[in-house]
């Protein structure tokens, strides 16, 4: 099996037969990345969260000169505690149903992006029930989420999830327009992140 050869042209390999590392030609930061991941293991991913993210109080939004302030209550909060105040300064990505913000905490310098997705009766979002199972450091966290309603009584769910500040496109791109190939460490590392998402995932 393999390739091993039949009859007397087979032979076992000693028991003390040494294996030495042949060198390699890859550049050193790549062996340096290899050595660090090799103790990993792709179906190494964590497990669901066991107490899920609950739903928080929406409490209003006001908007001067470009940026919304956003406040919430969050589960468990009673009448006399502080709101949690959101500062939505720019919008980041947007979409068929919804649009990303980008925003922090007051007080907070901690960047974070809420994304606010119209509810369409019509089709069924998944999003937020996968979400809130999730926890894993190679997939977006989810922080808080509650739902707002606008002046026509539309639903959006709004999900307060930590913020990526680029994504592998827009990183790819980036050496594609100053002709530069993508590093080979930088490559293998963002697969591997990749990988152990999807695992995690499924």
């Known amino acids: 099996m393999f390739g091993a050869r039949k009859g007397s042209d087979f032979k076992r390999p000693r028991q003390n037969t040494k294996v030495e590392a042949r060198p390699t030609t890859t550049a050193g930061a790549t062996d340096d990345l290899g050595k660090g991941l090799s103790?990993?293991?792709?179906?190494?991913?964590?497990?669901?969260a066991e107490d899920r993210v609950k739903e928080s109080k929406y409490l209003g939004s006001k908007t001067k000169n470009g940026v919304q302030t956003i406040m919430i209550a969050p589960p468990g909060s009673g009448p006399g505690?502080?709101?949690?105040?959101?500062?939505?300064?720019?919008?980041?990505?947007?979409?068929?149903?919804?649009?990303?913000?980008?925003?922090k905490l007051a007080g907070d310098e901690t960047k974070l992006?809420?994304?606010?997705?119209?509810?369409?009766?019509?089709?069924?979002?998944r999003e937020l029930q996968v979400m809130r199972l999730l926890r894993h450091p190679n997939v977006v966290g989810l922080k808080h989420y509650f739902y707002s309603t606008n002046n026509s009584k539309?639903?959006?769910?709004?999900?307060?999830?930590?913020?990526?500040p680029i994504?592998?496109?827009?990183?790819?791109?980036?050496?594609?327009?100053?002709?530069?190939?993508?590093?080979?460490?930088?490559?293998?590392?963002?697969?591997f992140q990749v990988m152990r998402g999807l695992a995690n995932l499924h």
């Open 39 to 48: 103790g990993l293991k792709i179906d190494e991913c964590g497990i669901y």
């Open 167 to 191: 994504t592998l496109f827009q990183a790819a791109k980036n050496y594609h327009d100053r002709q530069e190939l993508f590093p080979t460490p930088v490559l293998k590392l963002y697969m």
């Open 113 to 125: 992006a809420i994304k606010k997705v119209m509810q369409d009766k019509r089709y069924k979002n």
């Open 154 to 164: 539309e639903v959006f769910l709004n999900m307060i999830l930590e913020y990526v």
């Open 81 to 103: 505690d502080e709101p949690l105040t959101f500062i939505a300064d720019s919008v980041i990505g947007k979409g068929s149903f919804g649009v990303v913000y980008q925003a």
